[in-house]
């Protein structure tokens, strides 16, 4: 085989072999550095929108879904319930919690939204809007470094389908777990149900 030859197939084997192990660039934050990935892959993603937990990648606007299938079973008290709308949440993990609830209670009760999750966050962020008539709606917020704390205190005239929406920003403390959308009724009129086709989303 001709040195030229042998030059040409040694290029259509470098050709192919580059390929065959693709290396991904782009930017990160103000510096222009690289997430890395066991040092050989970078991962691509617009400046300051994407993070690495341990072994989590984050991407906002990549969100898991979390919807509801059937009806809860329904609280009539203020203690917090699990709505059944949960996602797993790494620890330090930091994302932004979108929710759309639809309801219906008793005459006389109403909506308490809460958010729960595992160990001690770093800043739980939460807004709530919860229809308490037919064009009423009220609004509840709560910032610290604590989960939990429940939302909601209007009791509702109206006892056919409501709604309500919920946003959080959340920054997790050091202990991975699950988060869960909670709920309860601010009175003990009647029972306060969450609706199948509820859904939240994470990150």
Same mark, same amino acid.
């Given at each position: ?109 109403? +909506?308490? +939204? ?90």
């Amino acid at each position: 085989m001709s040195k030229k030859n042998r030059i040409i197939g040694l290029g259509i084997m470098l050709a192919a072999l580059a390929f065959c192990i693709p290396m991904v660039t782009a930017q990160w934050g103000p510096s222009n550095g690289f997430w890395h990935i066991n040092g050989n892959f970078n991962v691509n993603c617009p400046p300051n929108t994407c993070s690495v937990v341990g072994q989590t990648l984050n991407f906002p606007g990549l969100s898991a879904k979390s919807q509801l299938l059937a009806d809860t079973a329904g609280s009539a008290t203020t203690t917090k319930v699990n709505t059944g709308l949960s996602f797993p949440i790494a620890a330090n993990e930091v994302g932004t919690l979108n929710c759309q609830i639809l309801f219906t209670n008793g005459s006389g009760g109403g +909506l308490a +939204l809460a958010v729960n999750g595992p160990g001690t966050p770093t800043q739980v962020s939460v807004a709530v809007e919860i229809e308490s008539a037919a064009t009423t709606g009220n609004f509840f917020q709560s910032q610290g470094n604590s989960w939990a704390a429940a939302l909601g205190s209007a009791t509702s005239t109206v006892t056919t389908l409501q709604w309500a929406t919920l946003q959080a920003g959340i920054e997790n403390g050091p202990t991975a777990g699950t988060m869960a959308i909670q709920f309860s009724d601010v009175n003990t009129t009647g029972s306060t149900v969450v609706k199948r086709g509820s859904w939240c989303s994470f990150p």
